[in-house]
């Protein structure tokens, strides 16, 4: 575990993304801005600052290949940016929703993205040369607030988790810029040749906050508000994890056999699949190696906080979590390795912190 640096804005951090190579990041400090970091020695300094959007910055992404980020926001828009004579340049994108952007994901193959909304649909977009610009296709069979998205690794299969307590498989195939998927990976058959045709479908107790494919394509993993962690197999077989913990807000797929889900319990929690079972492993964070403070569990210390708030009016946490996060956590991202291959993530959270953890 190192803590890379305090993200010296005096906020929060929305969400984060790392160029290929790890030596520039992006994030939002919590408001309609995107920052960009460079690598300085063992720390990282600002280098750019890109302010198209004019409310706060929901979900970030960069393309390793092809060196574009992509971003959305709460002002119901996204961009793309290139990296053209020095500087950052945004492409338009044709989101045709009329309301606030939750999240955005490139597919694998970087032919097309998918943005997730308010609106109950998710934006599935791909670039029309003849305009130059990015269009946009719409999966529209949610009920509520889409919150995540994740794309298979066959650039095909869209994974979608909804405040309707749902989590949901859709075929995402778009004609023209879509290759037939491979039969080993399409337990679907010609359904998945159709855009939008609902797939799968599991129901959850809680708002599905994250949702995360496994490397091989044949497990969905999600957390939601219950406290609970699931793995949805595409066979159509679940199975859930309760846990006592504060809710989990985000999930990361390490390698075939291994999961990291972390939220508002500030620690990063490891879940393994035994002999096809799943189940909790251990808690990344060594209390030890925390900040230094009053001892006890982060879901202990948290909820004194806020019984503190609302007794004694208090204004500011005058808690110290015995977790290197003092605030949840909100983003997971890959730091070291490969998807599926992933030796070293990072993690960010409310607290403005930026944390590196071994897998």
Not at 277 to 305: I, V, Y
Not at 330 to 356: E, M, R
């Amino acid at each position: 575990m190192t803590e890379l640096q305090q993200l010296n804005y005096g906020g929060a951090v929305t969400c984060h993304a790392w160029s290929k190579d790890r030596n520039y990041l992006a994030f939002c400090p919590d408001n309609h801005e995107v920052h960009i970091y460079k690598k300085s020695g063992n720390s990282y300094e600002p280098d750019t600052v890109l302010v198209d959007h004019d409310q706060v910055v929901t979900g970030i992404d960069w393309a390793p290949n092809s060196n574009r980020i992509v971003t959305c926001s709460q002002d119901r828009n996204a961009y793309v940016w290139n990296f053209q004579a020095g500087k950052w340049e945004p492409t338009l994108v044709i989101l045709r929703i009329n309301r606030a952007a939750t999240s955005v994901k490139w597919s694998p193959n970087e032919t097309k993205f998918a943005v997730s909304s308010g609106s109950k649909t998710v934006s599935v977009c791909y670039f029309e040369d003849e305009h130059n610009w990015w269009v946009s296709k719409h999966l529209k069979k949610h009920k509520s607030t889409v919150l995540s998205i994740d794309w298979h690794p066959n650039s095909i299969f869209l994974g979608t988790g909804s405040s309707d307590f749902k989590a949901r498989i859709f075929s995402a195939f778009v004609k023209g810029v879509d290759k037939r998927p491979d039969d080993s990976q399409n337990p679907w058959g010609a359904k998945t040749q159709t855009f939008g045709n609902l797939l799968q479908e599991w129901s959850a107790s809680g708002w599905v906050h994250q949702v995360s494919w496994s490397p091989s394509g044949q497990t969905l993993a999600w957390v939601s508000h219950d406290s609970a962690i699931s793995f949805g197999n595409t066979d159509g077989s679940v199975q859930s994890i309760p846990m006592t913990t504060l809710p989990f807000r985000t999930v990361l797929f390490l390698n075939e056999n291994s999961v990291v889900a972390a939220g508002h319990d500030c620690n990063p929690m490891v879940f393994s699949n035994n002999g096809g079972t799943w189940q909790f492993t251990k808690n990344l964070d060594d209390a030890n190696e925390g900040a230094k403070g009053p001892q006890g569990s982060a879901t202990g210390n948290t909820r004194q906080m806020w019984a503190n708030k609302v007794d004694k009016g208090t204004t500011s946490n005058e808690t110290t979590l015995n977790t290197k996060h003092q605030n949840a956590i909100s983003c997971l991202s890959i730091f070291q390795g490969a998807p599926g291959k992933v030796t070293q993530f990072t993690s960010s959270g409310v607290d403005g912190k930026l944390v590196a953890w071994k897998a």
